[in-house]
Each structure stands twice: as structure tokens, then as C-alpha cells.
């Protein structure tokens, strides 16, 4: 998948999102820069009955290309929160170590239940697969 080499590669990667998925409704998705090589990703995307995903991504860049450093996704139905990915890392955790630190929260008990999460990167947008896991899965 692509590395983005700069913080403005990401921003049209982020701004174009509803030309290239006709399932969004609406994204209030904001790049904003915080500091020099720091910048954050916040907002959600809002899809058909009342599904909605909430972005946040805290990212940097200087010499390199433009990184994931730390992130959450949540996924809601109305007031309901389904399930979310994040990067907390559980060391302790054996069967996540396939996917360390990435992880996607899930029923029953959504808080503690945890399966590895293999296609969340930081170095790759996750963006496109959190939709079309939207699309697939729920939609």
C-alpha cells in the first residue's frame, strides 16, 4: 500500500475519500497540523443506517515519509458502539502478538475482548480498509 511522503499526499488522500466510496454520506474528517512534523486526524464518516465511523490519528513525519504514530477507530450504530481498533499495545497478551500493537475491540465483552488486527499498519492509510470492512460487513 502507499507510504505518503508528505502531510499534504495525506490531506488529499483524506479529502477525496467521498469520490472514491459512494457509501459515505459524510465525512467531517480534519487534518490539522499541531507542531512541525506533527499533525492530527479527527472526525467521522457517516454512512447509511446510521452507521458512522469515528477517526482519530495522531501523526508525524520529518525526514521520512508521513507515519501512523498512534490511532482509534470506533464504529457506531446510533448510540451503540460496535466494536474499535486501537493501538494500545498489550504486551502481556500472547494472542495478540501476531498484530502488536494493532487490535480490534469486539462483543461480548468489547472493553477486554481483543483479536489481532492484521490489516491496520502504521507506515499504510487505514482508512480504505476500515470503510470497505464498513461496507462489506455491516452495510
Known sequence: MN???SLRDYEIFVYT???????LLHSTLVVAQRGRGLAEL????AFSDEYRLAVY????WDTE???IEGYSYEVWRGNEKLYWYDSQPHPNDPTLAS???HHKHIPPD?????IPAPNLS?????LSFLIEEIESDLL
Not at 17 to 23: D, I, K, T, V
Not at 57 to 60: A, D, I, Q
Open 57 to 60: 490519528e495522531r501523526l508525524t
Open 65 to 67: 515519509p508521513l507515519t
Open 110 to 114: 468489547i472493553k477486554h475482548h481483543r
Open 3 to 5: 507510504q505518503f511522503q
Open 42 to 45: 479527527k472526525g467521522e464518516i
Open 122 to 126: 502504521f507506515t499504510s492509510p487505514n
Open 99 to 101: 498484530t502488536h500493537p
Open 17 to 23: 475519500l467521498p469520490q472514491r466510496y459512494s457509501s
